[in-house]
């Protein structure tokens, strides 16, 4: 794990791709990562989550004042987040909001999906920062923090991400997981009410899979 802040407050860690938060029920006994972390700082409190399959900024709370502030901004969607994915297709906008209402925990797979009478409001901005012959590198600004939201809204937009199989990506060599990294993450502190920016490295499976997009 790669630490990129800590104090008595909060704890912001890269988070490697392939571990989940939380339990996830499936693997008994299988590590996840506030497990790891408490391991090694002590007790921590989960404040939001990534995908098991996605890297990039975690952000813990280390008591539960700092748990319940945190909580607030989040709620209140005074949190800007930051991810970068890889895409299928070229998209013919620079920018586009999607708004498709989101349902969760959907069937046996437990995908997330478009629904309009059942689904919850969701907006995830896109903006396109490179385009290849048959892939794109978007940043996307989600608004609301719905499981799977990116991932979904990517695919109902026609442009799963790379690696995404879940949501009818085709079979790829580039990338081994969905092709998504949360770049990072912007609050106020919970003691000064300063606003911080955290950021995390692409890692090495999605620096490889740029890089032969570029080349070719």
């Given at each position: 794990?790669?630490?990129?802040?800590?104090?008595?407050?909060?704890?912001?860690?890269?988070?490697?791709?392939?571990?989940?938060?939380l339990p996830d029920g499936w693997e008994e006994n299988a590590p996840y990562?506030?497990?790891?972390?408490?391991a090694q700082f002590g007790p921590v409190w989960v404040v939001h989550r990534?995908?098991?399959?996605?890297?990039?900024?975690?952000?813990?709370?280390?008591?539960?004042?700092?748990?319940?502030?945190?909580?607030?901004?989040?709620?209140?969607?005074?949190?800007?987040?930051?991810?970068?994915?890889?895409?299928?297709?070229?998209?013919?906008?620079?920018?586009?909001?999607?708004?498709?209402?989101?349902?969760?925990?959907?069937?046996?797979?437990?995908?997330?999906?478009?629904?309009?009478?059942?689904?919850?409001?969701?907006?995830?901005?896109?903006?396109?920062?490179?385009?290849?012959?048959?892939?794109?590198?978007?940043?996307?600004?989600?608004?609301?923090?719905?499981?799977?939201?990116?991932?979904?809204?990517?695919?109902?937009?026609?442009m799963p991400l790379v690696g995404d199989v879940l949501y009818s990506a085709?079979?790829?060599?580039?990338?081994?997981?969905?092709?998504?990294?949360?770049?990072?993450?912007?609050?106020?502190?919970?003691?000064?009410?300063?606003?911080?920016?955290?950021?995390?490295?692409?890692?090495?499976?999605?620096?490889?899979?740029?890089?032969?997009?570029?080349?070719?």
């Amino acid at each position: 794990m790669e630490i990129l802040f800590q104090d008595a407050s909060i704890l912001v860690i890269n988070k490697p791709s392939g571990l989940p938060v939380l339990p996830d029920g499936w693997e008994e006994n299988a590590p996840y990562l506030q497990q790891q972390v408490e391991a090694q700082f002590g007790p921590v409190w989960v404040v939001h989550r990534l995908d098991k399959v996605t890297s990039g900024v975690i952000l813990f709370a280390r008591s539960s004042d700092s748990h319940r502030y945190l909580n607030q901004q989040f709620e209140d969607r005074l949190v800007k987040k930051v991810y970068h994915a890889i895409v299928n297709g070229a998209p013919i906008w620079d920018d586009h909001t999607a708004r498709h209402p989101l349902r969760i925990n959907v069937g046996h797979s437990h995908r997330t999906m478009v629904d309009h009478r059942h689904g919850k409001p969701s907006q995830t901005h896109f903006h396109v920062l490179e385009r290849f012959s048959d892939a794109s590198l978007l940043e996307a600004f989600p608004a609301t923090g719905r499981t799977h939201q990116v991932r979904v809204h990517a695919f109902a937009l026609g442009m799963p991400l790379v690696g995404d199989v879940l949501y009818s990506a085709p079979p790829t060599d580039l990338i081994a997981r969905p092709a998504l990294h949360a770049l990072s993450l912007s609050l106020a502190h919970p003691l000064s009410g300063e606003i911080m920016t955290f950021s995390a490295d692409y890692p090495d499976d999605f620096k490889r899979a740029l890089k032969i997009l570029r080349d070719n």
